[in-house]
Each structure stands twice: as structure tokens, then as C-alpha cells.
């Protein structure tokens, strides 16, 4: 069966659509059954590539988000997805104020499947750090595997 999962970030243009294309690498070497996507809880960048900076760091170790287009996060997608990972724990709570009322659905947070000190996915937009962000992304990506792999 199929696993479906959401990554979400605030815009859709650097941390979630790395999220995106890292883990379904990570996935399909492991040949995990899941359906990926990503999306933003606001609708800025809606349509637009990554950032081009997230798509060059990616595509340095080998990871192709060439193909990604921002989408807004909906109410909608609680019910079309599994599980939703957010970056940090502002996602999470638009996340769960858009939650429909008769959802499970799970919204973890995606450093949660890392064996790191940090909790959050810092936003590299105006900052910078693509490259420790892509790291994060990676350790989380293969924590995330790991548990869904068949017992």
C-alpha cells in the first residue's frame, strides 16, 4: 500500500520542496511504496520553481527539484495524505488551525525522524544555510525511511 505524505514550509520554495525531492530519492533507493508532494501554508509562490538556491545545493549532491512547483497546503489534503511533515513548529500550528474537525491525520515534525539537536528546520530564504538545511533535510529523510520500512 501506498504511503502519501506532505511535506510543508511557509512558501514552498526551499525547505519543503527539498524535503520533497530528497526524500523521494531516499525513498525509491530503499523502494519504499510513497507518494510525495509538497506545499506551502502561504500561497506567494504558488506556481513558482524552488528557490534557486535550494535547487542548486540539491542538485550538488545529486537531487533533481527542477520539476517542482509551489502549491499552497489545504484542508483538502489532510484527507489525500497519510502523514504531513512540517519544518517547524510554526507550519504546525497553521496546520492544525486548517485542520478539518473530523481528520487523524498525523502532523509530526520533520527533524522528529532525525537524531538531531535541533526540533526545527531553520528557514535559509533571507538567512542563508542551504547547505546545513539540505544536511537536516537529509538525516530526517532517512530517519523518516526507516520508520516506515516494513517490520
Keep these: 500500500m501506498t504511503t502519501r505524505i ?7 520554495i526551499c525547505r519543503s520542496p527539498t524535503a520533497h ?6 525513498a525509491a533507493a530503499e523502494g519504499l511504496d510513497v507518494h510525495v508532494e509538497s506545499a506551502g501554508t502561504g500561497g506567494w ?6 528557490d534557486a538556491r535550494a535547487t542548486t545545493e540539491a542538485a550538488q549532491r545529486g537531487y533533481d527539484l527542477s520539476h517542482l512547483r ?3 497546503v489545504t ?3 489532510f ?3 497519510d502523514l504531513i511533515v512540517a519544518m517547524d513548529h510554526a507550519n504546525v500550528a497553521a496546520l492544525e488551525r486548517m485542520r ?4 487523524e491525520t498525523p502532523v509530526a515534525l520533520f527533524l522528529s ?5 535541533r526540533d526545527e528546520v531553520p528557514d535559509p530564504y533571507y538567512e542563508g544555510g542551504f547547505d546545513l538545511v539540505l544536511d537536516l533535510i537529509e538525516g530526517a529523510s532517512r530517519g523518516l525511511a526507516r520508520s516506515l520500512r516494513p517490520r
Excluded: T
Excluded at 21 to 26: L, R, T, Y
Excluded at 45 to 50: E, I, N, S
Excluded at 100 to 103: G, I, K, N
Excluded at 113 to 117: I, P, Q, T
Design 45 to 50: 509562490h504558488v506556481g513558482d520553481p524552488p
Design 113 to 117: 525522524y532525525a537524531d538531531s539537536a
Design 21 to 26: 525531492g530528497v526524500f523521494e530519492a531516499i
Design 100 to 103: 478539518p474537525m473530523d481528520s
Design 79 to 81: 484527507a489525500r495524505f
Design 70 to 72: 509551489a502549491q499552497q
Design 75 to 77: 484542508g483538502a489534503d
Design 6 to 12: 506532505l511535506f510543508v514550509c511557509l512558501g514552498n
